[in-house]
């Protein structure tokens, strides 16, 4: 069995996790941390790589680069139904990669999550901008390493926790693995992925805010799971870390708020995923995911996305009209040769069988250009009836709350709430609760500086969360021939 180093450099720090001897075992063989400084160029670095790596022969070892979330581009596609050979195309010209500059598609991938003919395909395009990868690609070349797969370190969250084959018993499983102000989390209908993002938070070290958030995260994802795969008969969820007094404490409070079962999934007892020799204080969760793509890619598992080897459009298929036209030609070639005689006697003939295959031929033309029509303008007619859900979310987002929770700008009493969403067709419908009747103005003042048009009911008090004593309604319709409605006052 092959050895495998994986690498990760997020700009401030440069790591290597070598697995691949013991992978039945589910263990990793070394954990090295190589100090970089922020003047450090791309041969600097390669230089301290290739040092540091010298004792496990990389030159026989397959090398694998695990890179940051904060490097790449991460774009939520929803997509009209199409076969499965037809999506690839699709989400390239939806997504406006553009491969000119080699060719291919190198630095750019996308991980389908649902949908098929029949259903919308739900998409995550992955792509990495050409100064980052032209950097990865120096430091490697200063290294002397030849690159066999760049995977997005995300996705080794849903491959370590496979290994410890967690819930694959459940038709729907739900894994949170927090780290530092961050948190990564998935989702499985059978044992496919079928979510995974990433949510953002003040900080891991208060549990309790902690819980709150992760708790409201994993309702909204559950609900969400149980409309999309309705009739399920059971669903769970797990906390992933290499702390297992705060995994399990934080499994406790999330399952008194939470009808969801909640499970603590902690590596140090669970398994022997990182062995006596690399269980060190290093060994913390920001080694999991390396440890996931390491021990997959030795026991020789393709990853969900890879951005040096990304799906390709498929080939372009040859028309009916090109064969029967070589084969015509083909034909009238033998004949011609085998008796010319005979041909002139029956040129008449052969044009007219000439003029009816040509005519066959524009015929089935005509009709595979009708029904290219006809799938156009399906794909019109969804496009123009739907609005971009993920888009204006985010969008939204940043309107009701601009700035983030740390943020030095951030202002309490302008603070926002969004307690209730609902989408129907091109409109948005939202209850949000304030601290201050001020605060009104500037959310209004946000709401209305976008594409959409906005219409805000009464403002009436609040009960809960406590602390934030109004209540607004409003809605956003993103159908421009929509009439506008006159506004009512805010009860004074």
Known sequence: MSQVIVLHWDKQSLRAVVAGRRVAYMEVDAVIDIPIEETDDAKTIGHHLKTALIPHRPSRARIVLAISRGLLQWKHLNLPPCPAEELPD????????????TGEAIGFDFLPLSGNENTPHQII?????????????????????????????????????????????????????????????????????????????????????????????????????????????????????????????????????????????????????????VSTESATSDILPLAGIALNEAAGNAPL???????????????????????????????????????ELNAPIKKADVARAQIALLTASEEKLKADELFAEAIQTWQDSSVNVLGQLQELSKKIRPSTLDAEQFDVEQDVVLKKLEIGGKRLDMEAALRTYPALAGLEARLRDGTGRVKRATAEENESPPDYLWLIRASVDFNPEAEVDLEEKPKS
């Open 90 to 101: 699709l989400v390239y010209m939806q997504a406006g990669f553009d491969t000119t500059r």
């Open 125 to 277: 395009a992955i792509s990495l901008q050409a100064d980052q990868l032209n950097l990865l690609q120096d430091i490697c070349e200063a290294a002397d390493l030849s690159i066999k797969r760049y995977i997005p370190l995300l996705l080794g969250w849903p491959a370590v926790a496979k290994r410890a084959t967690r819930g694959d018993d459940q038709p729907i499983a739900i894994f949170v693995a927090p780290f530092a102000k961050e948190a990564s989390i998935w989702a499985t209908h059978e044992g496919r992925l079928v979510l995974l993002r990433q949510l953002h938070f003040p900080s891991a070290d208060n549990l309790p805010e902690l819980g709150t958030i992760v708790s409201a995260e994993l309702r909204r994802t559950f609900h969400a799971l149980t409309q999309q795969y309705p009739g399920e008969g059971g669903a769970a969820a797990w906390i992933v870390g290499k702390k297992p007094n705060d995994v399990s404490q934080l499994a406790k409070m999330l399952n008194e708020q939470l009808d969801l079962e909640v499970q603590p999934m902690d590596f140090a007892a669970d398994s022997a995923l990182l062995s006596a020799k």
């Open 305 to 343: 996305v890879d951005l040096l080897h990304p799906r390709q459009r498929p080939a372009p298929r040859a028309g009916k009209r090109t064969y029967a036209l070589a084969a015509a030609a083909l034909v009238a070639l033998l004949a011609y040769g085998g008796s010319r005689g005979y041909a």
